[in-house]
């Protein structure tokens, strides 16, 4: 029976920090001026490929309704711990990446901004995520992982809690959700990164959900009964400036900052360079104000949560 | 689109090496090398990380006896500069059925014995957890039914 119990504790214990898988960091300062090829179109194709062949499987004609063909959708796109498009991304050929290959990975690992660790630290016993561009944004591929993954979160949350609630009294508590995620084991609690590009994802993730089945075009469509996926979509209508984390800057705990101080301020000569210059005066150009960027400056004044504005790098330069 | 297409089509089958290393009961140290055989796109590389899943078999030699199993499984992981090592498994379950023959000065009552039965693996970071359930070939084997655990390196 012991012996039982402390083979549970084990389980339970691994399956636990297994949570943590989710949270993998990224660096997008390692790919400042280093060429990326647009992913744009083999993205999408995947995503095409991926939700048709998930409609037309053998359960196909047997989704009652739109959401049941969600369902569907969610389980070929969410899985528990690792996302398979990230996974895709880290193997194929197609998606141009920095880095790319084995030795330039060497590089990564020893380089990124989470590099500089200390003693049991969970997050350097993960895989960093690879840069890529879409639509002139930079992201890191663990992006498209928290669309989908933490993304289908949110929208579970958004229907378990509809009620007789206002749009903007579960808009405000869902993007509140959101925050506590990151806080506990998707970020803070396990890295000691909060990362407001990784909610910025996860809320773009929530809004595709919902417009499979919902708004004037819903991306899903059935015909003689079956259910088919919009050629109209395209993750660039998805990405913003907002996920590229050298313009959205992280909140990291004491820790975590000690290391990543060091690593950043060594990027600040760059600021100078002219691809640095050029990227930032085009996001300056496309950001605007979200939802996140509202909540997160409403709880930064309320003191329920750090400013991220010391974490920016331009703060660090000066 | 078509491109994609063909990269998810155009796939082969590929035999990948899987190992581990582990402090348990009743092989006390033991180092496990094995295969598992994975369909994957043709041009897709697991340098740097990749899923498969697939048929597997493994040969363990310990301290205090062998085991050898076969069964179906599913990792996450990173073969590096080796082609077909997969010596990084981020994440991974696999089931198997193993036939265990132990010798020495086993903890098991008689040492040297035979047993079969099935194991579950996990592994999590790198850190293999084993448990199975195995049943004595052994007339004198006291009890029949033993149960073995495992925990290391590895998938």
Redesign the interface.
Known sequence: MR??IK?CT??FA??S??GF?YALETDQFYAWGKPIEDST??L???V??QIQDALDSRVNGKARDCEAAVNMIQKRLQHS??Q?IE?WI?????VDRVPR??EE?QDYRESYLLSRTYPLDTAR???PSPTLEVNQVRLGSDKLAHFFSEGWWYYKWWKKNQGDKSTEELQHELLLYGVNLEKWVQGELLTGVISPADMEANYQGFIFYQQLCKGEKPLLHQEDGLWHFSESFDIANYVSPEWDESWNANIYSKKRWKGIRQTMAAYCPMLQDEWVQKQRALYAELDTQTPIDKLLSELVDNGKLSDPLPFDISSVCN | MQQVQQELENVERRWYTITRLKWGYPLRWSAGIGAMLAEQPRDSSCATGCAIRGWHFMVEPGQYGIQGGVGWGRLVGETGRTKRWMHTVNWGWAVRGVVLRTWGDSYLDPDSQTLAGIEGSLSIVRVNLSVGMLRSFSSEADPDWVLVGSFGLGF
Do not use: M
């Open positions: 012996v039982k083979c084990i389980i691994c399956v920090v297994s898988a179109h083999h999408n194709a995947w095409r490929l711990i690792y398979p996974l880290n193997s194929t050929d197609l290959g084995i990975y016993g993960l895989q």
